[in-house]
């Protein structure tokens, strides 16, 4: 029988309720001990939460981040097709959007590894339903440049692409440089395009607000904090 690999989500906030969690994500965590993780030591604390009586020390995590390589890739995907079964976990949310675990998803599909995702909270997804922009045709651009000229620049083109096609803009931005690129879109942005900011999406904190650029000017400058965001726009 080929190999399977599990795409496993992890929580966005710390304070979300989880409940997203099923028998099935349960099962699947009990039998497997070979973990692909961007960050060990948060996997570990997520599943010790779950208290299924998992033995952490018995479970092998490997690192697969922004900086594995070509060549730890290659040891990772023969380490999946010998083991039968192992999980890809993200930082955060779900693996393989915005997230590293998508080199070996691509290696899964070549060895004829069998891919089954789960079920989990996405910050994307949510910022995109909770925005109330255009859900039929949307862009996730990542990270944004971080010299102002060069985002200033992203921006504009972005909006005039927004505008020709009805197209949602997403992306993200490092938490503290969340300040920068807001004053950036109140700057760049047509006053009647639509801007949405959603933050500790699942969290205590909660927030997504979504206005007309003119709206938010007449607002005082917001100071969003050092917390994760999604930035979305249309035109």
């Given at each position: 029988m080929?190999?399977t690999?599990?795409?496993?989500p992890?929580?966005?906030s710390?304070?979300e309720s989880k409940?997203?969690?099923g028998?099935g994500y ?18 570990r604390?997520?599943?010790s939460?779950?208290?299924?009586g998992?033995?952490?020390?018995q ?9 594995t ?9 023969s380490?999946m ?12 949310g ?5 997230d590293?675990?998508s080199?070996?998803v691509?290696e ?17 997804v949510l910022a ?7 859900g039929?045709?949307?862009c996730?651009h990542?990270?944004?440049p971080v010299?102002?000229?060069?985002r200033?620049?992203a921006?504009?083109?972005?909006e ?5 096609h009805?197209?949602?803009q997403?992306?993200i931005e490092t ?5 920068a690129i807001?004053?950036s879109?109140l700057e ?9 900011i959603a933050?500790d999406i ?6 997504i607000?979504q206005?007309?650029?003119?709206e938010w ?13 999604v ?5």
């Open positions: 080929p190999s690999l599990f795409l496993m992890l929580a966005i710390e304070s409940t997203w969690i028998s349960h099962e699947v965590l009990k039998s497997t001990t070979l973990y692909f993780v961007e960050n060990v030591r948060t996997a604390r997520f599943i939460s779950l208290r299924l998992i033995i952490i020390d479970l092998q995590f490997e690192v697969l981040d922004k900086d390589t070509d060549e730890q890739l290659k040891q990772y995907a380490l097709q010998q083991s039968g079964q192992s999980v890809v976990m993200s930082e955060s779900c693996p393989g959007i915005a590293p675990g080199q070996l691509n899964a599909h070549k060895m004829g590894v069998n891919v089954v995702p789960f079920v989990g909270p996405s910050s994307l995109l339903m909770g925005a109330g922009l255009n039929q045709n949307f996730f990542g990270y944004l010299a102002a000229d060069e200033n620049r921006i504009s083109a972005l005039k692409e927004s505008r020709l009805q197209r949602t997403l992306f938490p503290y440089r969340n300040n807001w004053k879109l760049i942005l047509h006053p009647d395009t639509r801007l949405c933050f699942l969290g205590s904190d909660q927030c607000l206005k007309k650029v003119k000017k007449f607002l005082p400058m917001a100071e969003w904090g050092k917390k994760p965001a930035f979305l726009f249309l035109a």
